[in-house]
């Protein structure tokens, strides 16, 4: 009779407990995702009764405050995503979990890695130990509405800019202004994303944020000028092409009402057109080409490409941690999915290898582009580096302050910054 | 006397101007929560466009995930700014109360104390409070919101010097029928001191309704978020156009105008009282 | 018999004395434990932690660095910057603050009609939130705005970008004029308030010596509100060395950061985007002993203008 009663109780004890797990992620906004995601709660929580999972979006400008002021209190979410730029400083500070490779029916980290194409866990990986599973591995092309390239008698397919000074040509042929109030801009950079956009341009001339040796910052002063000299001349104080101070143009580029003719996007771009502008999306009058690189680059270095990781906090209690891997595993075995309805390449290799990746439109554009290019630098100071940069092109196209000035701060301040433990 | 009419019409014509500039924002945001973002940003303005872009608001309620946030943003502002105006109310009057009518060890200590830490500047404490708040394990509620600013030494400070005038006679009356302290209180001195609370409770209100810093630091659930940091996130988000941020924008004002055209008087009388509040 | 009688009046009353000096301490117990937790801990502790190094998200214990924040924030060029940004806009803000709306409150009051309908309209910017204050200056500063729109019809030029929020000068104006447009108001109704509680007889018995309008204001109103208006500059001048809500939004908003990243905005992104708490809590002293210079300043100016009737 006995341990009847003791086998009641630990089944009760067991359901009891297990009814108690709950889960939170938060993750950054991306409408065409939520719907997706919240199906895969849907079916995960069938699966596992006893799991709640609260899913919580955050805008991608404001997630990295948010985790950060909660993780700061110790009362992070169990699961959460943001740029690996920013994320690293978790990993770092040991306030994420590693994978836990049992739940995914794996045995060494290897065994993990061999599932993706190369690379694609290099960011994660720390002391031997892997600590994300991608959410997304996103480089930015040129998008470009053919219509406003026709009015101004150009041929989207043969004269879309192949370099950056071709660009200024041919924005200088879409620009509308009325003085120099710009109503219709050719293309804009994506402000202020400098570590994604500007940094392979420096690389192109053969600059670099850090020596090889990590000691210096901001090498190759050449480069580095040149790059400024280039928006500076973008900027007010030279061809008023642009400024960061116009709504981002890849917001406008959706609405097709004549603000803005090119923008830099990721493939995700594509459904967000879909969803936003059906019109502009059915009547094909949109197309994306690689991103551009100098006329006299040393290296060809496209677009930097930045992940979305999964992670999970390492102060969650052990059986949170397990479900939320489960989980997690759950919702990525859908790479497909992700790329038909939300356009996220998961840099998995059953997904690139299959033939839904290669029909993909344009997936091949920004896999070209991809192979040529490499990760946002990790840092634990990155968005620091970041904030740098920002300040020394903005004092170059918003003030007076010449290149070589704006460059002088940068290297003093970035140097000061990276000698500080 | 023509000097003087010539004087009276310039001055009419600064006011005016003046006014003109006020107003002019408040009615830009009217006009352009009914367009669409084309008309917004054309040149010039269209004052009278025609157009009636209703969705524009109804974008702004039902937020761009479908999840009518807002509603729930509203209703918290409310909340939280209506509990903070009732704590600092009370509290606030209670301790003006005890510093007023009651002579005890230390009393003039305590007022000095209270009256320091109105030099103490919130942006100065406000990392330290975080942690103090997170401590407490009121991070993401209602009650991190609301209890560091329940009370403030201005508050404090302004009941104290309106009941140095009210009459001993009262309550000593009531002291003789047997009325207990706290009764006095509750019973004879809170009922007579209404223009001051109200003054008082205008002020706290309006404060917190417009409260940001210390929200964006304490709040994370989107279902607790107060109307500005709702509006901050939906600024940001990618589906928002210029016309809804406009209609979001005229929303969360709304309740503010129509509290300022019902209670003008106390709105007007109590910036005579003004002082460094937390906002 | 009568001494008997009396002697337990007196004690009763001691009695009661006593009973009302607990009480009294009873009533300011809340304030007192309120304040100790919420102001004077806070501020004692971001003294400690100002001595630290320590970084937000890590769980090791933070290093004692000695004064080392503070002499890093002397020697660093952006701290010195943020000083310039906040000084530029506190006295950019003030100075008209106080001007304008001790004329609008002289001006409203000699009007005989509409005095209700100014006050209200000059006030109403005061109840709208920072938040959507700046979300409309925002697009009424967009190169396409509003903003451009008047200035080229003012200087009768066509399609002159002013640049509100691009240009460092143009940025700092704009922050002011976005303050000043909120809170003027404000300050107008509290020299109405000061100004309407000069008696009467005061400006007849002047009108009766034959002082006109302006030197009624000049001799007579100004000097015996000169109390509120000590106050009025000092208050709105440490309202401005406070300011948040604006420069955040504008940053937010695509505008760059340097010209307008006062002491505030800085300490925020110092321990929030860079996770230096201890140099946050340096920066957060040395505002506070600013703003309590200030208040000193306050604190001694309104005690030696106590002005009778």
């Not at chain 3, 000084?87 to 209700?116: D, E, H, N, W, Y």
């Not at chain 3, 040395?286 to 306050?298: P, V």
């Amino acid at each position: 009779m006995r341990w009847m009663t003791w086998f009641v109780m630990f089944w009760l004890a067991v359901i009891v407990c297990a009814a108690q797990i709950e889960i939170t992620i938060w993750t950054h906004e991306d409408p065409n995702r939520t719907p997706l995601e919240e199906r895969y709660i849907q079916e995960f929580q069938k699966m596992y009764p006893n799991v709640k999972i609260t899913r919580v979006t955050y805008p991608s400008a404001k997630i990295r405050e948010v985790v950060l002021t909660a993780f700061a209190a110790r009362k992070g979410p169990d699961i959460f995503n943001m740029e690996i730029q920013d994320a690293y400083p978790y990993i770092v500070n040991e306030r994420v979990a590693p994978v836990n490779l049992s739940v995914l029916g794996l045995k060494t980290f290897d065994e993990l890695k061999s599932l993706y194409v190369e690379g694609a866990l290099d960011a994660v990986t720390y002391q031997g130990k892997i600590y994300g599973l991608p959410l997304e591995l996103t480089n930015w092309c040129i998008f470009i509405n053919k219509k406003y390239f026709r009015e101004v008698g150009l041929d989207p397919e043969k004269d879309y800019p192949k370099t950056w000074e071709e660009m200024v040509q041919i924005s200088e042929k879409l620009v509308i202004r009325e003085g120099q109030i710009i109503k219709r801009r050719g293309f804009d950079f994506r402000y202020p994303y400098y570590l994604t956009f500007l940094l392979p341009m420096v690389e192109q001339l053969g600059g670099a944020l850090f020596s090889d040796d990590g000691k210096t910052a901001i090498v190759n002063d050449e480069a580095w000028l040149k790059v400024l000299r280039f928006m500076k001349d973008w900027g007010p104080n030279g061809r008023n092409l642009g400024s960061p101070t116009y709504t981002a143009a890849r917001k406008e580029f959706n609405k097709d009402n004549n603000t803005v003719a090119m923008c830099l996007s990721g493939l995700y771009q594509i459904d967000r057109i879909k969803a936003e502008n059906p019109n502009f999306y059915n009547s094909k009058e949109w197309m994306v080409v690689p991103f551009p690189v100098f006329k006299d680059a040393v290296k060809d270095v496209r677009c930097n490409y930045y992940g979305h990781y999964y992670m999970v906090n390492a102060e969650s209690s052990k059986e949170k941690q397990e479900w939320a891997w489960r989980f997690i595993n759950y919702i990525l075995s859908h790479p497909e999915d992700y790329l038909l309805n939300v356009g996220l390449i998961q840099p998995k290799r059953s997904l690139i290898e299959s033939d839904t990746f290669k029909n993909y439109p344009y997936a091949k554009v920004f896999l070209q582009d991809m192979e040529r290019a490499h990760i946002v630098p990790l840092h634990p100071k990155g968005p620091q580096f970041e904030q740098l940069i920002k300040e020394a092109v903005e004092s170059v196209m918003l003030t007076t302050t010449t290149p070589e000035e704006a460059l002088r701060i940068l290297k003093k301040k970035a140097n000061e910054l990276l000698k500080e433990e | 006397m023509r000097q003087s009419v010539f004087l009276d019409i310039f001055i009419w014509f600064f006011l005016i101007v003046f006014a003109v500039f006020i107003l002019v924002p408040i009615l830009f945001m009217f006009t352009a929560s009914l367009m669409s973002s084309k008309n917004i940003m054309r040149i010039p303005y269209p004052w009278i466009s025609g157009e009636f872009r209703w969705q524009n608001y109804w974008q702004a309620i039902k937020g761009n995930d479908g999840k009518f946030f807002y509603l729930k943003s509203i209703w918290n502002s409310f909340l939280v700014a209506s509990l903070t105006t009732i704590g600092t109310v009370l509290l606030c009057s209670l301790t003006g109360y005890g510093l007023a009518k009651y002579r005890f060890k230390g009393r003039t200590f305590v007022l000095l104390m209270i009256l320091s830490t109105m030099m103490i500047p919130f942006e100065a404490i406000m990392i330290p409070l975080y942690l103090i708040v997170t401590n407490m394990g009121m991070q993401d509620t209602y009650a991190g919101l609301i209890v560091p600013l329940l009370m403030n030494a201005f508050g404090i400070f302004m009941m104290r010097q309106y009941l140095l005038t009210f009459p001993d006679e009262l309550i000593d009356a009531a002291r003789i029928d047997g009325t207990s302290e706290f009764g006095i209180y509750w019973k004879i001195v809170l009922p007579n001191s209404l223009p001051a609370i109200a003054t008082l409770a205008i002020l706290t209100f309006r404060s917190q309704w417009d409260n940001l810093l210390w929200p964006l630091l304490i709040i994370q659930s989107p279902e607790k978020k107060t109307i500005p940091l709702y509006i901050i996130q939906f600024a940001t988000e990618k589906y928002t156009n210029e016309g809804a941020m406009m209609a979001a924008a005229a929303i969360a004002s709304i309740p503010m105008f129509i509290l300022f055209f019902t209670l003008t008087k106390y709105f007007l009388s109590g910036a005579e009282l003004f002082a460094a509040r937390k906002d | 018999m009568g001494q008997a009688h009396l002697f337990p009046k007196v004690i009763d009353l001691r009695t009661l004395e006593r009973k009302k000096a607990i009480w009294g301490f009873i009533f300011t117990m809340p304030a007192i434990i309120f304040f100790a937790i919420f102001s004077f801990y806070p501020m004692a502790n971001a003294f400690w932690t100002s001595f630290f190094r320590k970084e937000l998200l890590s769980l090791k214990a933070p290093r004692f660095v000695g004064l080392n924040n503070y002499l890093y924030l002397l020697r660093s060029e952006s701290f010195w910057n943020s000083i310039k940004a906040t000084a530029i806009f506190a006295f950019g803000t003030f100075v008209p603050m106080v001007l304008f709306s001790l004329s609008f409150a002289a001006l409203i009051l000699t009007r005989k009609r509409f005095q209700k309908f100014l006050q209200m309209a000059y006030y109403s910017p005061a109840v709208l939130s920072s938040v959507v204050a700046a979300a409309i200056w925002l697009l009424i500063f967009d190169p396409r705005g509003l903003s451009n729109q008047f200035l080229n019809f003012l200087f009768n030029t066509k399609g002159i970008d002013y640049r509100w929020l691009s240009n460092e000068n143009m940025l700092r104006l704009a922050t002011i004029i976005v303050y000043f447009w909120k809170y003027v108001g404000y300050f107008t109704i509290i020299f109405v308030a000061g100004m309407a509680s000069i008696p009467k007889s005061i400006h007849e018995a002047a009108t009766i010596d034959g002082a006109n309008r302006w030197q009624d204001f000049w001799h007579i109103t100004l000097p015996l509100i000169r109390p509120t208006t000590l106050l009025v500059s000092v208050m709105s001048m440490i309202q401005c060395l406070r300011t948040f809500s604006t420069q955040y939004l504008f940053v937010q908003g695509g505008a760059p950061i340097k010209p307008i990243d006062v002491i505030t905005l800085s300490i925020y992104n110092t321990a929030i985007r860079d996770r230096q708490i201890g140099r946050a809590s340096a920066m957060s002293v040395i505002l506070f002993l600013i703003i309590m210079s200030f208040s000193y300043l306050q604190i001694r100016i309104s005690k030696t203008e106590n002005i009778t009737y």
